[in-house]
């Protein structure tokens, strides 16, 4: 039995009840078993693969607050601090009722190499709770966050772990918990990402997941002589990666014609009005149904089906395992040519492996999605430096971050022997850096 495959095996065995956290391991070992059958003897003797899928450590504690009604509610909290080699533990938070330590740990797993990519200084984590916000008051929400900020304050710090926002974390919430930790702390610091602008929050950092999205996507489009104006797109989700990258999308001259919640899409095909989304989604927090009552000529349709809408590209951005095998076919054999993952792993590993066996243009999330940490990693920047740059700024560094990861994936991908295949270019480019920052730091973590 190969190294990797032998270290998948223990991972399974040693980690039960963690699906996600199993899939998304076996998709990087997957790939770097061309570079670890190469040197093997190297990682062997220091238990590099063994030591590379631990988390360095799990936080996970209690958060009791009381609802409007004035009653206890208790949830989960956690923050996986998975891997610091080569910085600080950086990644979101998410609060979902899916919420588990398992996700949390795909979720971490997965933004260590995403991190690496970026090129910048910023080690892998994630955390969060099964708290829903869903229909909470603002009262609500703000005790939630007060409360499980008053545990997380004693983990974290500028230069020891960032956490910023994820599925069902925002600007609200950030800013609640923000002022949790100043409050207990004393300190005015970067310890999180995703700020408001007038409490040193970075210009872009709102925009930069979606619009990086799309900066790596035409980067990829246009290597392979693809044009992105004219084209039709498919976005799924509508929160914040979800409507940024539909906007990045609409100003290069694509169209796109659908969206979705949980709950169910609208198709559009005059082409989405984002000014409507926005405005359900992020001022009245409703759902995307209420958009097919206030545009004429546009559909809603419950449940899930997106993926049935034809198009030429595919932008899932939602959540894990949305887009499965039959979906990725219906994609085909409706003409799609690229997808692209604005979410955290949301093709499934079959489907996945369809996108690369037919010859589909595809992005993996830990590369396609990179520019939101990225220019959390830039908001750090600016607080260390006490300044802050200009929107024009932060966009162009932002557009080059992506360029250079597409440079980094492809190239990847060619030095292996796999021309084209971007899933196996990512895990390993994102690998090299902190395999070397792990041996050259002993044993250690
Ligand atoms: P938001 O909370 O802003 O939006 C999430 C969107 O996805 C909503 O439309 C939500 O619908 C939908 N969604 C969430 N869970 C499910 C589910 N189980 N089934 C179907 N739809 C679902 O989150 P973000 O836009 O920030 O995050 C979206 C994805 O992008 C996640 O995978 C996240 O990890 C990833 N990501 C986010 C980054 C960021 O900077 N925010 C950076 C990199 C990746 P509903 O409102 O009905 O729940
Ligand atoms: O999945 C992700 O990369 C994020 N949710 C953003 C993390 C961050 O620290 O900006």
Redesign the pocket.
């Known amino acids: 039995m190969s190294y990797t495959e032998e270290i998948y095996e223990r991972v399974v065995a040693q980690n039960p009840g963690e699906p996600e956290f199993h899939q998304a391991v076996k998709e990087v070992l997957d790939s770097l078993k061309l570079v670890i059958d190469a040197n093997e003897e190297k990682y062997r003797a220091v238990s590099l693969l063994e030591r590379l899928v631990e988390p360095e450590r799990i936080i996970s504690f209690k958060v009791p607050w009381v609802d409007d009604n004035g009653k206890v509610q208790v949830n989960k909290g956690y923050r996986v601090q998975f891997n610091s080699a080569i910085g600080p533990y ?3 938070l ?1 609060f979902h009722p899916s919420v588990n330590q398992g996700i949390l740990k795909f ?1 971490g797993f ?2 260590i190499f ?2 690496s990519l970026t090129g910048l200084p ?1 080690g892998g984590g ?1 955390g969060g709770s099964n708290f829903d916000p869903k229909g909470k008051s603002d009262r609500e929400v703000m005790a939630f966050c007060q409360s499980f900020m008053t545990e997380l304050s004693k983990y974290i710090g500028a230069d020891q772990d ?5 599925i069902g974390v925002g600007g609200r919430e950030i800013g609640f918990m923000y002022g949790q930790y100043k409050r207990l702390k004393g300190l005015y610091e970067g310890v999180l ?2 700020k408001g602008l007038t409490w040193g929050g970075s210009l872009v ?1 709102t925009q930069a ?1 979606g619009y990086g999205l799309v900066y790596i996507l035409d980067a990829m489009l246009k290597d392979h002589k693809i044009d992105l104006a004219g084209k039709t797109v498919v976005v799924s989700g509508s929160g914040n990666v979800a409507i940024y990258a539909t906007e990045k999308a609409q100003q290069l001259g694509a169209k796109v014609v659908a969206m979705s919640d949980s709950n169910g899409y609208i198709y559009d095909a005059n082409g989405i009005n984002l000014d409507v989304v926005k405005d359900i989604k992020e001022v009245r927090r409703g759902r995307i149904k209420e958009y097919a009552d206030a545009v004429p000529g546009s559909v809603y349709t419950e449940g899930k089906g997106i993926w049935s809408i034809k198009c030429d590209i595919a932008l899932p951005c939602a959540t894990q395992n949305e887009l499965n095998l039959d979906d990725a076919k219906t994609l085909k054999a409706n003409g799609c040519v690229a997808v692209a993952e604005g979410a ?1 792993m949301p093709s499934t590993r079959e489907a996945t492996d369809f996108f690369l066996a037919e010859g589909m243009l595809f992005l993996p999330g830990k590369a396609s ?2 520019g ?2 990225g ?3 830039l908001e750090m920047c600016q607080n260390s430096q006490r300044l802050s740059w200009t929107f024009e700024e932060v966009d162009a560094k932002l557009k080059q971050m992506m360029n250079d990861i597409y440079a980094k994936i492809s190239d990847a991908a060619k030095r292996y022997g796999v021309e084209g295949n971007y899933v196996t270019g990512a895990n390993i480019a994102g690998f090299e850096k902190v395999a070397d920052a792990m041996m050259a730091q002993g044993i250690v973590l």
């Open positions: 950086k990644g979101g998410r979720l997965e933004q995403k991190n910023i994630k960032v956490p910023a926002g994820d990402t995703g950092r997941t955290n999605n990179a939101g940490v220019t959390s990693a």
